[in-house]
């Protein structure tokens, strides 16, 4: 009896494995397919097509669940938009009409017309200060560039530090007054440590920032320095954006680091590289700062950007609607500089995409 019902019990033990069995055989080559199929067999076919509908159902701003939602939306933008609005949209047009009049600040603005720009087109300090300015943007750019880029290849290539990356972008940090005074310091003919090592050497003391010949020079220098740290760690994060496989394509092909840097990196570079330029040169054209504390425009208007010729006459000669006048003169030379370039340099592509 006992081993009629253990036989029985095995038979039902058999039967109730024989389909597990058959499932995990069948599973063997396409589990995830079974289970995919299983998951689609066992859902309801309605129930699927109200999901796809409501998946491709554009959401409804003006239903009863997003009623709210406009109005939150406004909520939370509109301390950044008064904020633009009164900081930034209401000054330059508050600027653009007073360039227009004659404005000394104790007396209301006289409309005066064209006047301020007509008197800018005689002006030949303000053309003297344009030279000087765009000779300054030259040196800053051209050395800003370079040391940058060699900069973010060498730290691309040789080290992944994020140490030496702090420390390369410490100097962008400091303010740009606080490094004006200390390389006035470094600078200074007859107290500064580098007139002090180059006499060491034997040399002749050089007058940085009180010569004609050197003021604009040492300024570009300076701001070089300054802003080196920035424009590297963005060529260096364009650099991370380079398959590694293009460049061991290149060692098959038997290129040098030198050829795989002049025709690789360069040119997939093109879009950062066009960025960093716009914005080295709109900042060198802005320069003012570093110019007020270490020169002041001297000597004999050497170093007098424009930047200095526009704060002088609105701040020194209280004449804000000519000072105005020259600031949009410089915002469309900024304009149409900034569009040439993204238009030469072709910006928004790189030689991926050709």
Known sequence: MFSLARQAQDEIGHLAAEPARQVEH?????????????????????????????????????????????????VLIAPSFIGFAVFAVYPTLRGLYLSFTDFQVLTPPTWVGLDNYVKLADDEVFWSSLGVTVYFVLLSVTLSMAVSVVTA?????????????????????????????????????????????????GGDGVQFLSSRGWAIPSIALINVWKQMGYTSIIIFAGLQTIPATVYEAGRIDGASELQMFRRLTLPLLRPILALVLVLNVIGAFQVFDIVQVTTKGGPANASNVLQMYIYSKAFGQFDFGYASAMSFALFAILIVITFLQMRLLRASESDTSE
């Open 26 to 74: 069948a599973g063997a080559g396409r589990p995830m397919a079974l289970l995919e199929s299983t998951a689609r067999d066992t859902r309801p076919p309605q129930q699927a097509a109200r999901r796809r509908r409501a998946l491709r159902r554009p959401i409804n701003a003006n239903s009863p669940a997003h009623r709210g939602d406009a109005r939150l939306a406004w």
């Open 153 to 201: 290849a060498v730290l691309h290539r040789l080290t992944s530090s994020t140490v030496v990356r702090g420390l390369i972008i410490l100097p962008f940090l400091i303010s740009a007054v606080v490094a004006a005074t200390v390389w006035s310091w470094l600078l200074d003919t007859q107290l500064g440590i580098v007139n002090i090592l180059i006499e060491a050497l």
